[in-house]
């Protein structure tokens, strides 16, 4: 029941964080050597507005599961690594506005923690287990290449459209990955979420990325759609 409870206050605490940083709007390009003024490997701002489901779903998930599977075999395993996602999830905000890299070492730490707790989700309750957790998982996967992207133009590594380029590469290998091990098709539909936001962002200045965007959000729906490889249903 602990676990259960932990995993709500988490859930509760990490929807509640954007109230204690209503300034925040994204990384501050000044923070970067070399600034980060609308970089293409960015999604569209729009599309961050899917925070607002991941945060409710999270909590629905983590109060079903204090009320009705705080003992549930499909459950409990989850437990562990999502409340160890959403604890490093909580102080997240305040700190990308002072420093995009442990930004992005906190951000992938939560990835990882998200993709145990998705892998280790049993099959009860798809939409109250598996589906919230993956759409979060899917946001945090692009969000954490994005946040290498960055990293990289802004340090002065690659320029800013090579950077985007690996991104969305990177984004591509590591999400078939994920989405080939899981049923969580949320999962997918997050990544591709946030490739079709590349696009906009990127349509009326580089028509390559713009492609390459959409292109990969075909291939992550296709992999989504086909379902995982047998072994892992």
Known sequence: ???????????????????LTPDFGGFDPS???QPQDDPPVQ???YAFAIW???????VIHAGFGVIARARHDDWTPTRRPLAASLLVGVPWLSVAMMSP?????????MLVCAIAAL????????WLLRAP????????????????GLLAAGWGLVDQR?????AVAGTVLFAIAVQRRSTARTYGAAVVWAFIAIAVQNYATDPWLTGGALVAAALIAIVAAIGPNRRYR
């Open 1 to 19: 029941m602990w676990k259960a409870l932990l995993v709500l206050a988490l859930a509760l605490a990490f929807a509640a964080a954007p109230l």
């Open 133 to 148: 957790i993956g759409l979060y998982a899917g946001w945090l996967t692009a969000a954490s290449f994005v946040s290498l």
């Open 119 to 126: 892998l280790r989700a049993g099959p009860a309750d798809h």
């Open 31 to 33: 923070l970067y050597p």
């Open 43 to 45: 999604p569209k701002g």
């Open 162 to 166: 090579i950077a985007a380029w690996a």
């Open 52 to 58: 607002g489901l991941i945060y409710a779903w999270l």
């Open 101 to 109: 890299v442990w930004a992005s070492i906190m951000i992938w730490i």
